[in-house]
């Protein structure tokens, strides 16, 4: 279609495509779309998963589905899709590859009581050894450089506690990844723990502003209405069908045409 257009069209806004399926084939075109840097609109919006914070939550209700695995949380950390809020830029800015190199080195690997147990015992561990380190020469640069890099591991860790303390406080409890544990949950339940996840999510653009405020206003009335406890998968099966939103394409101006 992509290559009849190029050939055929005197111009990009003289051409309209009709899908099938708007979903699939929408995302499937986004994809080529960005990369190729055609402006294209669509008639009913893209599915929320093609945005920054519709993606971290769709990663989010993976991670507590999945045991909390590290190595997700820990992706979304260097990708970006989680930061610390308002934190400063510069080269001293505490990244999220900083944050997602000292997540590895906890080793937590899975379950959601790993997380601060590690993050606890690496603090109480890097502060015992920059109180017991005597205060260096400025000469002797390796002692210098060393307690540097333990100031900044503590730095780290108590910036991984900042955004993982009140996401694991605000989701309820799930069962582990072989089905154990966990309690009876309603909708209302997981969707306020998205709705904490989702303060970490940050929105660049304002197409992400807007997905992130679609979410957070969806979600909002998810946990005034659907209360009713069932068991974690019914839950998330219900939130995932109320969180099918669309949002604008990237570069659409004026009112949503849908």
């Known amino acids: 279609v992509l290559r009849r257009a190029v050939t ?6 003289r051409v309209e495509i009709v899908a099938t399926d708007p979903v699939v084939y929408g995302s499937a075109l986004d994809e080529i779309a960005t990369r ?18 519709g993606r971290a939550a769709m ?20 990708s970006g899709d989680v930061a610390l809020p308002g934190e400063r830029e510069g080269p001293e800015r505490l990244s999220g590859g900083r944050l997602a190199r000292r997540l590895r080195r906890l080793r937590v690997g899975w379950g959601r009581e790993r997380y601060l147990e590690a993050i606890a015992l690496g603090r109480e561990r890097a502060e015992a050894a920059r109180r017991e380190a005597p205060e260096p020469d400025p000469e002797d640069v390796d002692r210098v450089r ?5 100031a900044r591991e503590i730095e780290e860790l108590a910036g991984l506690e900042r955004i993982l303390r009140p996401v694991l406080q605000a989701t309820p409890p799930v069962p582990d990844r072989i089905g154990l544990g966990g309690a009876p949950v ?39 209405a659907l209360v009713r406890k069932t068991s974690f998968s019914s839950a998330l099966a ?21």
Do not use: C, K, M, Q
């Open 59 to 78: 990663a989010y209700l993976e991670w507590i589905s999945a045991d909390f695995p590290e190595s997700l949380f820990r992706y979304l950390l260097a």
């Open 36 to 53: 190729l840097g055609i402006p294209v609109t669509y008639a009913v919006g893209l599915p929320v998963e093609r945005s920054r914070p």
């Open 8 to 13: 055929d069209a005197p111009a990009w806004d």
């Open 146 to 150: 060393e307690r540097e890099n333990r």
């Open 238 to 258: 219900i939130l995932r069908r109320h969180l099918d939103i669309r949002i604008p394409s990237p570069g659409a101006e004026g009112p949503p045409p849908w």
């Open 186 to 224: 309603s909708p209302a339940d997981l969707a306020t723990g998205l709705a904490a996840f989702l303060e970490f999510v940050p929105a660049r653009s304002a197409v992400e502003h807007e997905a992130r405020e679609r979410l957070l206003e969806r979600l909002g009335r998810i946990a005034a």
